[in-house]
């Protein structure tokens, strides 16, 4: 009886190594093929969004993020993309140059607060569609592309402060507004 299940086994092994053993000697393509079929899955395409050039509505640039983030750290990649501006003249950035992020927290609750360094305090000869788009450049660039954070409170140079540019209330927690985007 012992006989029989060592063949069984025996011939089970057989048939594995069989169907098993050309994969295992895959050449180095196959192998690099796999390597970039992973290192592709784990990005995933986020948006960003910045002005257009007439500083009239959003437009949504996708770019790529690793998929393995935190959400903070995730939020802070997406912040230091928006903040450097787009990579081309087709779109407009929200934020001086100089602009910086100096923190982020995301609550447990969906609640994100973002501190930004600007270097006057404020956003200087901006009109109120300038002063939304900045804001709603931030709101939904976060609350779009990190699942956990619903809403966004901005902060400037450590302190809450009244608007960002003298026309639109900072006092509230904004949720995303598609209808700014084209």
Known sequence: MIFKRDRVVFFILLVCLSVCAPRAGANQDDTKSLIHEVAASTLFDGFLYFADNQ???????AKPFPS???SHE???KILKELLA???DSILAPTFPTDTRLLALFISEDGRAW?????REGHLTN????SELLAIYSVVNSLTLNIPGV????????GSDVDTLGGHVSLKYFYKPNMLIVK
């Open 114 to 118: 973002v501190d930004l360094g600007l």
């Open 150 to 157: 619903k809403q966004v409170k901005l902060l400037v140079n």
């Open 74 to 76: 995730l939020g802070r």
């Open 55 to 61: 500083g009239s509505y959003l437009k949504a640039l």
């Open 85 to 87: 501006g787009p990579p």
């Open 68 to 70: 393995n983030l935190s």
């Open 126 to 129: 901006v009109d109120t569609v």
